[in-house]
């Protein structure tokens, strides 16, 4: 072992491993605060770039739950109208049989006719009042029901309008409609028939649609939570390992220090061989 005060290279070796687990111990510090072993670019290029293309799924995925959820809540408030109108139409029918009986009084037909009317009004008022965001299933000229089920929107689930308006395509009843007289009150059953076997139609064809848009909620919620679960899987830390690895390196980083301390007074070794 040459003695020399010029060059130390015990204190250079010291310095560069003290260097190297002072490297060491930012990153496991960063890793423990971050909880991710890979927080950038810079810990493991493409480890990155893959966790940021899935991260980008999951974003467009929490756009389709909320175009599902729109659609969703839509399609319900159709429902809770297409049910009213229902319920109204079985009323409506009621008074309309009762109506057709040929021995029943003026008076009698004049009361059934005012509650007939009061109903069939109540038909417009619970279809031009079914919106959700700008969006009336039920209203003549309706809107169709659209979803996005996608991360980048290029597939939707459609689900079409269903006209419960008076005189529309499915209340084959009409605005104007009354049962003032036997005659009429026929009539009225008769339309109001056809207008229950359509109502019934167009809330199987709305149901089915609820069904599906829940169905893809669901696919939706479990396909985000996998994707989730994968990045996770890439990136994350392991963190009893990481605060092993810390308490470790802490430890290293102190001795690093002692040999270091220890390399840098062998050159006054020297000085013992002049005296």
């Known amino acids: 072992m040459a003695f020399s005060v010029n060059t130390n290279g015990a204190a250079l070796s010291a310095l560069q491993n003290l260097n190297n687990t002072a490297a060491r111990l930012e990153r496991t510090q960063t890793e423990l605060n971050t909880g991710l072993s890979v927080a950038s670019a810079k810990d493991n290029s493409a480890i990155f770039a893959i966790a940021q293309t899935l991260r980008s799924e999951v974003a467009g995925l929490n756009a389709v739950q909320s175009s599902l959820d729109r659609a969703q809540s839509s399609i319900d408030v159709a429902l809770a109208a297409g049910e009213a109108v229902s319920d109204l139409l079985i009323d409506l029918r009621e008074n309309a049989v009762a109506a057709s009986d040929s021995g029943l009084d003026t008076a009698s037909r004049n009361a059934l006719n005012n509650d007939f009317t009061q109903l069939r009004d109540q038909i417009t008022s619970i279809v031009q009042n079914a919106?959700?965001?700008g969006t009336n299933v039920v209203n003549t000229g309706g809107d169709a029901i659209v979803a996005i089920t996608n991360d980048n929107g290029s597939n939707t689930i459609t689900i079409g309008a269903q006209d419960l308006s008076l005189g529309g395509g499915n209340v084959t009843i009409t605005a104007t409609q009354d049962i003032n007289t036997q005659t009429e009150a026929a009539?009225?059953?008769?339309?109001?028939?056809?207008?229950?076997?359509?109502?019934?139609?167009?809330?199987s064809a709305l149901g089915s649609g609820s069904n599906r848009l829940e169905l893809q909620q669901s696919f939706v919620n479990k396909l985000s939570d996998s994707i989730e679960v994968g990045i996770g899987n890439l990136v994350d830390a392991d963190l009893a390992e990481v605060s092993a690895d810390l308490q470790s390196l802490q430890v290293s980083q102190q001795l690093g220090l002692q040999a270091l301390s220890i390399a840098n007074q062998a050159p006054q070794a020297v000085l013992s061989l002049f005296q």
């Open 131 to 133: 919106e959700f965001n």
């Open 187 to 203: 009539a009225a059953v008769t339309a109001i028939d056809a207008s229950i076997a359509n109502v019934n139609t167009s809330l």
